[in-house]
């Protein structure tokens, strides 16, 4: 069974959404039977790196809302991680572009690393606060998930992977994804959204039993 993912690694429900689809593997019968495979999405792909601007008043002002408002928001978001075990810390978290977060994922997927990059990204960003634009930090963590630290310096020094992250995107528009986390059970079911660990396990299993809607 091919699972495949839409995801940002700036989007908090897309780590929500892995941890509650990771649960639901886990109970899955045929789990290791199971192939993921990650696909790029960004959610704003003219976002700029703002070193100065907290998540806070980046949502107040993307939204034209307040500060309280943002900041309630991003509460009710740190409950719903840490039910599914995540620690999520919206106070030190940087304003980042994900585009080479997402060609160090290509690299990682045509390298086939024993790490989860994925995993890795999503924790520097919410739970750490490192900046994930920054090419130290993204050679830190190609690093640490199983790369070459030289083989990743040159590839974020290049274009390489460019054309993996806007393939990823078009077919995205193909299959009309509108948000994120978006998952495609074996190019037959799809599921939108953080949802349910139940969900998941029932999706699975249907396709898993020949069931296609």
């Known amino acids: 069974m091919k699972v495949d993912i839409w995801s940002d690694v700036r989007c908090p429900f897309c780590y929500i959404g892995k941890r509650k689809f990771e649960m639901a593997l886990a109970k899955f019968e045929h789990r290791n039977e199971v192939v993921v495979e990650w696909h790029s999405f960004e959610l704003d792909p003219n976002a700029e790196t703002l070193l100065n601007v907290d998540a806070y008043d980046y949502l107040a002002d993307r939204y034209d809302r307040n500060r309280e408002w943002a900041i309630e928001r991003h509460r009710a978001l740190e ?5 599914v075990g995540l620690t999520f810390n919206f106070d030190k978290a940087v304003m980042a572009n994900s585009f080479d977060a997402h060609r160090l994922i290509q ?6 690393t024993p790490g989860d990059i994925e995993e890795l990204l999503f924790k520097a960003h919410f739970t750490d606060g490192k900046n994930i634009a920054d090419q130290q930090v993204l ?5 640490e998930g199983g790369l070459d630290g030289l083989a990743v310096e040159m590839m974020l ?3 390489d992977f460019t ?3 806007r393939h990823d995107e078009k077919i ?11 998952f495609v059970i074996d190019q037959k079911l799809s599921i939108s ?3 349910a660990p139940e969900v998941f396990l029932d999706v699975m299993t249907k396709v898993k039993n020949g069931v296609e809607d």
Do not use: L, Y
């Not at 409950?79 to 039910?83: D, I, L, T, V």
């Open 79 to 83: 409950e719903s991680a840490a039910e």
């Open 107 to 112: 690299m990682a997927k045509v390298n086939d």
């Open 139 to 143: 050679i830190g963590i190609g690093k």
């Open 157 to 159: 020094k290049s274009d």
């Open 163 to 165: 054309d993996d992250v």
């Open 172 to 182: 995205a528009q193909q299959i009309r994804i509108k948000g994120v986390p978006f």
């Open 193 to 195: 959204g953080a949802q």
